[in-house]
Nanobody, 120 residues
């Protein structure tokens, strides 16, 4: 129905920066919300940031002021710019897109996950 292709991520030192991208494709009529979640070993998956149509954004308190989410509607792509990275940001990051398909029903798509490791 809807496929997500994540890119970016990898290894960074504390205080460094990384950028994630996630492009959505498939039977998309409209995209409602695009966001990023993360899951560290032993922890539950948590919301990092999301952007709703109209460019309304929401951030986890732990990343406010350091991470910036943005979207390119023409490309159905969401970005996560991560600055001032901390070791506690280490996790697998997942892209999430909530859309309406061309069949007329909602679809909740998840990316395959990309590892972010921040060394101290």
């Amino acid at each position: 129905q809807v496929q997500l292709a994540e890119s970016g991520g990898g290894l960074a030192e504390a205080g460094g920066s990384l950028r994630l991208s996630c492009a959505a494709s498939g039977r998309i009529l409209s995209i409602n919300t695009m966001g990023w979640y993360r899951q560290a070993p032993g922890n539950q998956r948590e919301l990092v940031a999301c952007i709703i149509s109209g460019d309304n954004t929401n951030y986890a308190d732990s990343v406010k002021g350091r991470f910036t989410i943005s979207r390119d509607n023409a490309k159905n792509t969401v970005y996560l710019q991560m600055n001032s990275l901390k070791p506690e940001d280490t996790a697998v990051y997942y892209c999430n897109v909530k859309s309406t398909t061309t069949y007329g029903y909602p679809f909740d798509a998840w990316g395959q996950g990309t590892q972010i490791t921040v060394s101290s």
